[in-house]
């Protein structure tokens, strides 16, 4: 796999720790820096803003309450387009992990970390990224557009259902908005002034399921440095966002409803059970068919998420919308990239209304970030926004399953991946993009098409 593009700065004051985590980085991301002075970070940015940040909390001799780094995330997150923003610390502390989740980071990592997590978390911050999500922090999310019909009744559910503690299950196509309903949900509930934090259920491994969801005992295991509180923990008197529910391995579902059955978690090698007080919000593109197989998702554990159930409808289904969030996208961008502003041809608007979307909002978000990036002439026309190269055949609006069915929509998937990848010479983070897909969503299908 050639490198991403993608760059990161790694903010330590430790040399050793500095260098260990580029060399490990730098195998998969052709630009890597270190910085060891938070004094000189804006020397740095003047040069570009990094796509992600690992950010260690403590500089000056005998500080650990982490005051630093916390002024560090601030300023990057005030920028106009923040880099994605890992905290890294040497004290397992959870009040800091937490306010630095509630101040914007996208994650926090605690030293000696394992190598593993670590190449996880940045993957994970660069394809939020690369799919130019809003900021992640609770501050930066943008709102949830549309007036069409469907979006007004999603939002009149969503309106009624966040001030109670319910747990929600909200399904949807890939890039259709399940994020933004979550956030929504936690932003209207009671929990707001909490932290809202989305773990990608699908990319944790299973043997490091527990650790991550539940936290550890320093000496539990063979890695387990220090003591590390899990994001059930972490989340607590705010939202947990599960998202990719339906990747979940059968084992690990196990141990996701004995915790949410029991209302508390043992972090692995403590003798004792702490509460948890996290308000659940999960997601999945699955086709609610593949949920109710039990072969698939255990019925116990679904019974307990879709206590209330949302549905987003695909883009295609609603394409009232779609000029609303055309306008906002470009105009974004023109914002963004000091493009000028143009109108949009009414040809285009009515091409871009009637196409298909399968990568939904998302696609529709880069499409735009392209057009206007590369628009020339004096309004957008159709061939701006890049679908024809991207999406030659629109995938049909998914039909009751037949084996036969599966099999042709299996063949389609694998070409068009194919032909993303030949296009984006092997670059995932564009494969995925052009796919409207997350990074790591395209890493699934890439393994379930044995690439
Ligand atoms: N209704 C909307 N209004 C404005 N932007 C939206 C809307 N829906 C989605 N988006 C944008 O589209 C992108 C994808 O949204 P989001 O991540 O919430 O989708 P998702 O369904 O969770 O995706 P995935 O299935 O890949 O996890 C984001 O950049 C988001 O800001």
């Not at 943008?142 to 969503?158: C, D, F, N, T, V």
């Not at 989340?235 to 059968?250: K, Y």
């Not at 307990?304 to 470009?330: C, F, G, K, M, S």
């Amino acid at each position: 796999m050639s490198p991403s593009t993608a760059s990161i700065l790694i903010l330590d004051d430790d040399d050793d720790v500095a260098c260990a985590a580029q060399l490990l980085l730098r195998r998969r991301h052709a630009r890597v820096a270190t910085l060891d002075d938070p004094r000189e970070l804006d020397a740095v940015l003047g040069e570009g803003v990094p796509d992600v940040v690992l950010l260690d909390f403590n500089f000056a001799p005998g500080r650990i309450d982490g005051a630093e780094g916390l002024a560090v995330l601030d300023r990057l997150r005030a920028l106009p387009r923040p880099p994605g923003v890992i905290a890294l610390t040497a004290y397992a502390d959870v009040p800091l992990a937490v306010e630095a989740l509630k101040r914007g980071a996208l994650d926090f990592i605690t030293k000696p970390w394992d190598n593993d997590r670590l190449v996880a978390a940045v993957d994970s911050a660069v394809a939020r990224r690369n799919a130019s999500a809003p900021a992640h922090g609770a501050a930066g999310a943008s709102p949830l557009m549309g007036e069409s019909g469907p979006m007004r009744e999603l939002k009149a559910l969503i309106a009624a259902v966040a001030p109670t503690e319910a747990n929600v299950m909200v399904l949807g196509e890939n890039g259709v908005g399940k994020e933004l309903v979550a956030r929504a949900i936690h932003a209207a509930s009671g929990r707001a002034a909490g932290t809202f934090l989305a773990v990608d259920m699908g990319a944790l491994p299973e043997t490091t399921f527990e650790s991550e969801l539940f936290g550890h005992r320093k000496g539990s295991f063979t890695d387990a440095r220090a003591d590390r509180p899990g994001r059930f923990q972490a989340a607590r008197g705010g939202t947990l966002f599960l998202d990719e529910i339906g990747n979940m391995p059968l084992g690990a579902q196990a141990k996701l409803l004995t915790a949410l059955e029991r209302r508390e978690v043992t972090p692995l090698g403590a003798d004792r059970a702490e509460s948890i007080d996290v308000r659940v919000v999960s997601a999945t593109n699955l086709e609610e068919a593949r949920l109710f197989d039990p072969a698939v998702f255990r019925p116990d554990l679904l019974f307990r998420l879709n206590t209330i159930v949302l549905r987003v409808p695909p883009l295609r289904e609603r394409a009232d919308d779609i000029p609303q969030l055309l306008h906002h996208y470009l105009s974004l961008y023109e914002s963004q990239y000091g493009r000028p502003v143009r109108e949009l041809a009414p040809s285009a608007q009515e091409q871009l209304c009637a196409w298909p979307w399968p990568g939904n909002v998302r696609a529709l978000r880069h499409a735009c970030e392209r057009a206007a990036i590369l628009a020339a002439g004096p309004d957008y026309r159709f061939e701006d926004f890049g679908l024809a190269a991207t999406t030659s055949t629109p995938v049909p609006a998914p039909a009751a399953e037949t084996p036969q069915e599966d099999f042709r929509l299996g063949a389609l998937e694998r070409e068009t991946i194919a032909a993303a990848l030949d296009k984006a010479k092997g670059n995932i983070s564009l494969a995925a993009r052009m796919l409207g897909l997350s990074r790591a969503a395209l890493y699934r299908k890439l393994g379930k098409h044995g690439f």
